[in-house]
């Protein structure tokens, strides 16, 4: 059972488009963590998000941390082709990082 | 490139068997973490390390250990392999003794294990 839940799963896009992606937990975390992974490769770190509430921008992506410090959100706006990848979201605790299941997102030209 | 580098990148081998994966972290980084990624189980944290003692534990099997250096490279040893084992095997490294809302994680580009 994964401490984080993440949905969906599976989100396919044309290319324009917008999407969100969730993670959710019963567990309250210190700070949450979104990275994108491609194949072969390592995770890559998006962004850390700290503060109940918090909002932070990258760009076309949004993330925002829930108020209680147990959910948070992915937004992507216009997605594009180069935001294809797998999108894991981690939350921090006891020096150890719980990983959702991650969301496979391709964005179709 | 993360600066994190990983040997080697492709690892078959049987059941019953011993294998060593090796780490070494970005230059100036002090921890080193290591995870495992399959599936069925997503990416799992197993075990890190920090200026050379173990300072956290996750899902790590007893069939597992792993050490850190006086160089800060790392080592993890999986014996008796197992089917279930097959797994691509991350190592990441940070300057400090996570976690801290400024210090990241740095992943490597894994070891893809494959046992037969």
């Known amino acids: 059972t994964q401490l984080l839940e993440q949905s969906p799963q599976f989100l396919s896009i044309q290319e324009g488009e917008n999407l969100t992606v969730y993670c959710n937990s019963s567990s309250v975390f210190s700070s949450l963590q979104w990275y994108r992974q491609e194949p072969g490769e390592g995770p890559v770190l998006l962004v850390t998000v700290v503060t109940g509430g918090e909002v932070k921008k990258l760009k076309r992506l949004t993330f925002q941390f829930g108020d209680a410090r147990k959910d948070s959100s992915l937004h992507i706006t216009a997605a594009q082709p180069g935001d294809t990848g797998l999108y894991l979201c981690a939350g921090a605790n006891d020096y150890k990082l719980s990983f959702g299941a991650g969301t496979t997102v391709t964005v179709r030209a | 490139d993360s600066g994190v580098t990983q040997t080697p990148k492709h690892l078959i081998t049987a059941t019953g068997q011993r294998v060593t994966l090796r780490c070494s972290p970005r230059?100036?980084?002090?921890?080193v973490y290591w995870y495992q990624q399959s599936l069925d189980q997503g990416l799992q944290f197993l075990i890190q390390y920090y200026n050379g003692e173990e300072r956290a534990k996750g899902n790590i099997l007893e069939r597992f250990s792993a050490q850190q250096f006086p160089d800060l490279h790392s080592e993890l040893n999986l014996s008796s392999l197992e089917l279930g084992d097959s797994a691509l095997y991350f190592c990441?490294?940070?300057?400090?003794?996570?976690?801290?809302?400024?210090?990241?994680?740095?992943f490597g580009p894994g070891t893809r294990l494959t046992v037969l």
């Open positions: 230059s100036g980084d002090l921890s």
């Open positions: 990441a490294s940070s300057l400090r003794h996570w976690p801290s809302s400024t210090d990241t994680q740095y």
